[in-house]
């Protein structure tokens, strides 16, 4: 009887210390919902809204995760071809669920050819993925900026001068995106007790995970499997390594930029500069408040992560402004818990490496013992 | 298998090209803008009527009194509309339908609903919607911000 109550109150304290961060932000929601003071409905119809808007692109990581690659900070890449596209896009005129779905067509080539580039460098920096590609996505930022700022207008055609800044080139600060926006979240949207539902947005979402469970038991998502368990015995197994990683980078950042489309057509307006600075960053940091970590997502995590994360956004100004009486304080909270989350996330799991690398010397040490004797 | 793998890529590339070029068609957006004003034509003059309401899949989409331009957006090219016009006060309503095309390249289109009604020639009442040059502003100044901590990834 004693037995069965430890190891049930180890099953839990192995269940809380798995799943801390999740829980950890649902307490905090509890106690931030009553104080923000909004009503059950205002709140349902912003998740939804953010859900739509930014799942599919935390939906990106999953694979190069699944690969061994970690967190892809070069989603930002793909974000940039869906932007480029969209720029396009606007610039022809071509409106509706034929531009989004243009623009989606668009960046493909684009995120294909910075995903290669990503996963070729990645692939020559093993074991320190996720900071070389943080790097390149600050590299390629400035080639962005390059290509925006001043090929835009005299080398590739601009037409309309709305999009291009006063000087004659480049690209303004901002691209209206009205034409397009909400195109897809109000096609089929449906209203539920006074939710907005946008049904087709939700089954695009919906297919992606469909597509990324079957792409697990494809023999390519079992090779990224096994390369993401151990890239040695992949190999010998008569796995192409390196290959199998560029391709798990290249889908991921294809996958990025037509997130980012999602994500822009819902917004309907593109901050230029800026939108996709910041974007693998809170992509990160929702995946990893639903409970992923470095080696290990789910699409549970995606779900589950992007409803915390972006209810304590909306949540965290307001809550802020009642308990301080200050909404700046509020903005402060929820930048901190983003970058705070994921700073725990990385710590663990390199606590976690260094732990099993150690059970694994002792273990070492004792058979060689053993064998002494 | 590699000639399979090649004629596989070319077959996925060539059908994307095809969607892309489909979408182009019939995603590319054009303004119509409707004049009711008077038009001058070949030494003759064409008064503008008293009012000319316009609709566009059953929804009216502008209501013109005389001197008075209104407008509607569509994608594809070409635009179905009706018009009920009205040519002097207390005369009946008349009810037309047209459909007209308009060039790929031309974003706005300005169509005169008199010479429309009058079936003169297109060159009459069909031309190309030049917007007003505006003064030249001055230049924006370029926000990059990478370093932004304002949570504007959000889309707050």
């Given at each position: 009887m004693k037995s069965a109550n430890k190891s049930a109150s180890k099953k839990a304290l192995n269940f809380l210390g798995a799943n801390s961060v999740p829980i950890m932000f649902i307490l905090i929601i509890a106690i931030c919902i009553p104080v923000s003071g909004f009503s059950t409905t205002f709140l349902l119809n912003e998740i939804v809204t953010r859900l739509c808007r930014n799942a599919f692109l935390i939906l990106s990581l999953l694979i190069p995760i699944m690969a061994g690659m970690?967190?892809?900070?070069?989603?930002t890449l793909g974000a940039m071809a869906g932007e480029i596209a969209l720029i396009f896009v606007t610039d022809w005129q071509i409106w509706g669920i034929p531009g989004v779905v243009l623009a989606m067509i668009l960046s493909i080539p684009l995120s294909i050819g910075l995903g290669v580039l990503c996963g070729k460098i990645l692939n020559a920096a093993k074991g320190r993925e996720m900071i070389t590609s943080y790097i390149i996505s600050f590299f390629m930022n400035g080639l962005f900026q390059l290509v925006v700022l001043?090929?835009?207008?005299?080398v590739i055609p601009i037409i309309h001068n709305n999009i291009k800044l006063p000087r004659g080139y480049g690209v303004r600060n901002s691209v209206d995106l009205t034409r397009i926006r909400k195109c897809l979240d109000n096609l089929l949207a449906v209203n539920i007790a006074g939710v907005r539902i946008p049904v087709l947005t939700l089954l695009i979402i919906v297919a992606m995970c469909l597509v990324i469970v079957w792409f697990r038991r494809t023999k390519l998502g079992q090779d990224m499997r096994a390369v993401g368990q151990d890239m040695d015995v992949a190999r010998d197994a008569g796995i192409n390594v390196e290959r199998t990683r560029i391709i798990s980078i290249v889908i991921s950042t294809v996958l990025a930029g037509f997130g980012m489309v999602i994500y822009l057509q819902n917004m309907g307006?593109?901050?230029?500069?800026?939108?996709?600075?910041?974007i693998g960053m809170f992509c990160i940091a929702a995946l990893l408040v639903g409970g992923a970590s470095v080696d290990k997502a789910s699409i549970g995590n995606v779900f589950l992560g992007v409803i915390l994360f972006h209810t304590l956004f909306i949540l965290a100004p307001s809550a802020g402004a009642k308990i301080t009486g200050n909404e700046v304080i509020g903005e402060y909270f929820r930048v901190f818990v983003s970058y705070g989350v994921i700073t725990v996330a990385l710590v663990m799991y390199e606590t976690k490496k260094r732990r099993a690398k150690a059970t694994l010397g002792q273990q070492l040490e004792m058979a060689q013992q053993e064998e002494g004797k | 298998m590699k000639m399979r793998k090649f004629l596989f890529r070319a077959l996925t590339v060539a059908l994307l090209v095809a969607i892309g070029a489909v979408m182009m068609v019939i995603g590319r957006g054009h303004t119509m803008y409707f004049d009711n004003k008077k038009l001058e034509y070949n030494g003759e003059t064409y008064d503008a009527l008293r009012r000319i309401n316009v609709s566009v899949n059953g929804e009216q989409v502008a209501k013109l009194s005389a001197k008075d331009r209104g407008m509607a957006t569509f994608t594809g090219g070409s635009l179905t509309f009706d018009l009920e016009v009205i040519?002097?006060?207390g005369a009946e309503s008349e009810f037309y339908t047209y459909t007209l095309g308009v060039p790929y390249g031309q974003d706005g289109t300005v169509v005169n609903l008199i010479g429309l009604l009058e079936e003169l020639p297109e060159e009459a009442w069909k031309s190309e919607f030049v917007p007003v040059a505006t003064v030249e502003e001055d230049d924006e100044e370029i926000?990059?911000?990478?370093?932004?901590?304002?949570?504007e990834g959000m889309g707050e």
């Amino acid at each position: 009887m004693k037995s069965a109550n430890k190891s049930a109150s180890k099953k839990a304290l192995n269940f809380l210390g798995a799943n801390s961060v999740p829980i950890m932000f649902i307490l905090i929601i509890a106690i931030c919902i009553p104080v923000s003071g909004f009503s059950t409905t205002f709140l349902l119809n912003e998740i939804v809204t953010r859900l739509c808007r930014n799942a599919f692109l935390i939906l990106s990581l999953l694979i190069p995760i699944m690969a061994g690659m970690g967190l892809n900070f070069g989603m930002t890449l793909g974000a940039m071809a869906g932007e480029i596209a969209l720029i396009f896009v606007t610039d022809w005129q071509i409106w509706g669920i034929p531009g989004v779905v243009l623009a989606m067509i668009l960046s493909i080539p684009l995120s294909i050819g910075l995903g290669v580039l990503c996963g070729k460098i990645l692939n020559a920096a093993k074991g320190r993925e996720m900071i070389t590609s943080y790097i390149i996505s600050f590299f390629m930022n400035g080639l962005f900026q390059l290509v925006v700022l001043y090929l835009m207008g005299p080398v590739i055609p601009i037409i309309h001068n709305n999009i291009k800044l006063p000087r004659g080139y480049g690209v303004r600060n901002s691209v209206d995106l009205t034409r397009i926006r909400k195109c897809l979240d109000n096609l089929l949207a449906v209203n539920i007790a006074g939710v907005r539902i946008p049904v087709l947005t939700l089954l695009i979402i919906v297919a992606m995970c469909l597509v990324i469970v079957w792409f697990r038991r494809t023999k390519l998502g079992q090779d990224m499997r096994a390369v993401g368990q151990d890239m040695d015995v992949a190999r010998d197994a008569g796995i192409n390594v390196e290959r199998t990683r560029i391709i798990s980078i290249v889908i991921s950042t294809v996958l990025a930029g037509f997130g980012m489309v999602i994500y822009l057509q819902n917004m309907g307006d593109m901050a230029t500069y800026s939108s996709h600075s910041q974007i693998g960053m809170f992509c990160i940091a929702a995946l990893l408040v639903g409970g992923a970590s470095v080696d290990k997502a789910s699409i549970g995590n995606v779900f589950l992560g992007v409803i915390l994360f972006h209810t304590l956004f909306i949540l965290a100004p307001s809550a802020g402004a009642k308990i301080t009486g200050n909404e700046v304080i509020g903005e402060y909270f929820r930048v901190f818990v983003s970058y705070g989350v994921i700073t725990v996330a990385l710590v663990m799991y390199e606590t976690k490496k260094r732990r099993a690398k150690a059970t694994l010397g002792q273990q070492l040490e004792m058979a060689q013992q053993e064998e002494g004797k | 298998m590699k000639m399979r793998k090649f004629l596989f890529r070319a077959l996925t590339v060539a059908l994307l090209v095809a969607i892309g070029a489909v979408m182009m068609v019939i995603g590319r957006g054009h303004t119509m803008y409707f004049d009711n004003k008077k038009l001058e034509y070949n030494g003759e003059t064409y008064d503008a009527l008293r009012r000319i309401n316009v609709s566009v899949n059953g929804e009216q989409v502008a209501k013109l009194s005389a001197k008075d331009r209104g407008m509607a957006t569509f994608t594809g090219g070409s635009l179905t509309f009706d018009l009920e016009v009205i040519r002097e006060k207390g005369a009946e309503s008349e009810f037309y339908t047209y459909t007209l095309g308009v060039p790929y390249g031309q974003d706005g289109t300005v169509v005169n609903l008199i010479g429309l009604l009058e079936e003169l020639p297109e060159e009459a009442w069909k031309s190309e919607f030049v917007p007003v040059a505006t003064v030249e502003e001055d230049d924006e100044e370029i926000i990059t911000d990478e370093f932004d901590l304002t949570g504007e990834g959000m889309g707050e």
